[in-house]
């Protein structure tokens, strides 16, 4: 069956770094639109990033934009978030999706979903 299995999460202090890490299996990776989203206590889960099948093609939420880069790497069935400049905003549940689509969304409707990594920025 689809695995989508989330990594590096952690603490950090604000201004800090993070590289959050999806591995994917049961799937075939390159046939898949990959998102990261992030939930905090209390709030709905919202988008983050996405990046297409080929890697070509990226998005961002406004509030993370110029401080948080997807990538994926199609030959090892991973995609990764690098997160820089970390805010206590940031501080949340991170989750991987994957959608079968050549487009990428923004919402919440992703075909699969892994478990989740906490993310903790300190002020």
């Known amino acids: 069956q689809v695995q989508l299995v989330e990594s590096g999460g952690g603490l950090v202090q604000a201004g800090g770094s993070l590289r959050l890490s999806c591995a994917a299996s049961?799937?075939?990776?390159?046939?898949?639109?990959m998102g990261w989203f992030r939930q905090a206590p209390g709030k709905e889960r919202e988008f983050v990033a996405a990046i297409d099948w080929s890697g070509g093609s990226t998005y961002y939420a406004d509030s993370v934009k110029g401080r948080f880069a997807i990538s994926r790497q199609n030959a090892k069935n991973t995609v990764h978030l690098q997160m820089n400049s970390l805010k206590p905003e940031d501080t949340a549940v991170y989750y991987c999706a994957a959608r079968r689509a050549i487009t990428v969304i923004t919402t919440t409707r992703y075909d699969f979903w892994g478990q989740g990594t906490q993310v903790t920025v300190s002020s």
């Open positions: 049961g799937l075939t990776f390159s046939s898949y639109a």
